[in-house]
């Protein structure tokens, strides 16, 4: 087996996508008139300064290439907050110390990966040594975190601690420390990380208070003039935003790029549209993509920074 590591996909000026995602959003219709209109929106709610927007990342986003554009958008400065699944986090950590994801195939022989102490999402193949590094820093990390913070610290704040103890200049987690931006992570103990964080609390006190990200990203929603999103799949932080966003009557404007499909009830397969009668979204400005999100945000976000003069 080849050990190529996978390359993280990067934005530069010689990418001229702007031309093409406007002739999709002439032509107007199917996917392409979808993904057209996504990127009118985007790159409204990028320049207009009245809109703080969220992105929320499901799924392998960071092993899957998107870390750069992610960590550039932070940079840049043009998302307030991320709402992202435990799983993003932690493979961001793990690359931040110095193990890559690697290439594989979907026609892996997974006993065989188990044996050599590989684990695959995909194509996308795991080494269990970088899980063991992980596992070292996270109890570095919370060893690190004063007495008194041990006794009751949100998510956000625990992340931000993290991400500033992270070297890898290309972490999203502490761009995001750095810049002041929450990362909320809600289903937080479904992923190594909570893992460790539990482990933790049995042998030392230390105790999670999600409560407090809630108010912490109410408060943001209540003193912003519009709200604005771009969705990564869905799962719990699709509609920890969605939720949170009831208070104000609902996002003024969204994005979703999603593969999963709406017949089955679910919120991860529901259109925006959906969320209107729910009060999370209103309507007009809402644009949902099927597709694979590796694919099309890349094309999506490099359209609108070069709109933007910002790529």
Same mark, same amino acid.
Request: some cysteine; aromatic content about 6%.
């Given at each position: 087996m080849a050990n190529v590591p996978v390359k993280q996909i990067a934005l530069a000026p010689e990418l001229r996508v702007t031309p093409?995602?406007?002739?999709?959003?002439?032509?107007?219709?199917?996917?392409?008139?979808s993904l057209g209109r996504a990127y009118k929106v985007t790159v409204d709610m990028l320049e207009d300064t009245d809109y703080t927007v969220f992105l929320t990342l499901a799924g392998p986003m960071i092993p899957g290439g998107l870390r750069k554009i992610v960590q550039d958008l932070l940079q840049k400065r043009l998302?307030?907050?991320?709402?992202?699944?435990?799983?993003?986090?932690?493979?961001?950590?793990?690359? #931040?110390l110095g193990y890559k994801?690697?290439?594989?195939?979907?026609?892996? +022989?997974?006993?065989?990966?188990?044996?050599?102490?590989?684990?695959?999402?995909?194509?996308?193949? !795991?080494?269990?040594?970088? !899980?063991s590094a992980f596992e070292k820093k996270t109890y570095e990390v919370l060893?690190?975190?004063?007495?008194? +913070?041990?006794?009751?610290?949100?998510?956000?704040? !625990?992340?931000?601690?993290?991400?500033?103890?992270?070297? +890898?200049?290309?972490s999203f987690l502490r761009?995001?420390?750095?810049?002041?931006?929450?990362?909320? #992570?809600?289903?937080?103990?479904d992923s190594m990380l909570g893992f460790h964080i539990w482990?933790?609390?049995?042998?030392?006190? !230390?105790?999670?208070?999600?409560?407090? +990200?809630?108010?912490r990203l109410s408060d943001m929603i209540f003193e912003s003039k519009k709200v604005g999103a771009l969705i990564l799949g869905g799962g719990p932080s699709k509609h920890f935003l969605l939720g949170a966003n009831i208070l104000r009557e609902g996002l003024d404007s969204a994005v979703q790029i999603t593969l999963d499909r709406p017949e089955g009830g679910s919120l991860s397969g529901a259109s925006l549209d959906?969320?209107?009668?729910?009060?999370?979204?209103?309507?007009?400005?809402l644009v949902t993509v099927i597709g694979d999100a590796t694919i099309i945000f890349p094309i999506l976000i490099a359209g609108a920074l070069e709109?933007?003069?910002r790529l």
């Amino acid at each position: 087996m080849a050990n190529v590591p996978v390359k993280q996909i990067a934005l530069a000026p010689e990418l001229r996508v702007t031309p093409l995602l406007e002739a999709m959003e002439n032509a107007g219709v199917l996917g392409a008139g979808s993904l057209g209109r996504a990127y009118k929106v985007t790159v409204d709610m990028l320049e207009d300064t009245d809109y703080t927007v969220f992105l929320t990342l499901a799924g392998p986003m960071i092993p899957g290439g998107l870390r750069k554009i992610v960590q550039d958008l932070l940079q840049k400065r043009l998302i307030e907050g991320i709402v992202t699944s435990g799983a993003n986090i932690v493979h961001d950590i793990i690359e #931040a110390l110095g193990y890559k994801a690697v290439k594989g195939t979907f026609q892996a +022989d997974d006993a065989s990966l188990r044996n050599i102490g590989i684990g695959r999402a995909g194509d996308i193949l !795991f080494l269990q040594e970088g !899980f063991s590094a992980f596992e070292k820093k996270t109890y570095e990390v919370l060893d690190c975190v004063s007495q008194a +913070d041990r006794k009751n610290i949100s998510t956000s704040q !625990f992340l931000t601690e993290y991400g500033m103890r992270l070297d +890898d200049e290309d972490s999203f987690l502490r761009t995001a420390a750095e810049s002041d931006v929450p990362v909320f #992570a809600p289903a937080i103990l479904d992923s190594m990380l909570g893992f460790h964080i539990w482990t933790y609390s049995q042998l030392k006190p !230390f105790h999670l208070d999600l409560v407090s +990200d809630m108010t912490r990203l109410s408060d943001m929603i209540f003193e912003s003039k519009k709200v604005g999103a771009l969705i990564l799949g869905g799962g719990p932080s699709k509609h920890f935003l969605l939720g949170a966003n009831i208070l104000r009557e609902g996002l003024d404007s969204a994005v979703q790029i999603t593969l999963d499909r709406p017949e089955g009830g679910s919120l991860s397969g529901a259109s925006l549209d959906e969320a209107i009668s729910w009060k999370k979204a209103k309507g007009g400005r809402l644009v949902t993509v099927i597709g694979d999100a590796t694919i099309i945000f890349p094309i999506l976000i490099a359209g609108a920074l070069e709109k933007l003069g910002r790529l």
